[in-house]
């Protein structure tokens, strides 16, 4: 297994004192989040799931944690290692809209910075320079590969700031 990101390893030996019935009803009305409480744990999500093998709490387990209010999912790795293939979301028998709940899930993580380095400084480069991360020069060159041109990154920015990306920072 790969190195795994957050502060919620595994439910061995952890004990959850509250169940906390609000942050299942706050998770109920984000988008997707109105079946949610039909979930049956049959773990079919799970078993499809291609990143099932990265991460330390399954797709299904994630479910069951909000489904008991644990606001602790919003520390595990599965809500940032999802890959958002939409896998669960097609094999679950009671069309739970799985995956659109996991990106708000990403999204109350982030106001709550409970968000990866990685992620946010993707974000920043994204928006200063309309790629995700810079690419080596000595790998291009290794390569004989010209230098990547300069981007134009206004018509990108003009996408960016319609969809608020720099306007929601952490922790607001
Ligand atoms: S496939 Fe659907 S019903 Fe089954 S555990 Fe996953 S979310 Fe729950
Ligand atoms: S959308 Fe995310 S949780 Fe669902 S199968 Fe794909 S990677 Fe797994």
Redesign the pocket.
Known sequence: MTESWGQFKSFEGKKFDTLDAEFTKEVSKLLGGKDLTACFQCAK?SA????SDKVNIQ?HELMRMLLFGLKEVLETDMVWL????????ERCPQGID??DI?FGLKNMAFKKKITPPGYVAARKSLYDSGKLYEPTEWEREDLELDDVPELNVEDTRKVLDKTGLMKLEEGE
């Open positions: 999500c499809g799931c291609p990143v797709v999802c890959t958002t293939c939409y896998t669960c979301q799985i995956t996991i």
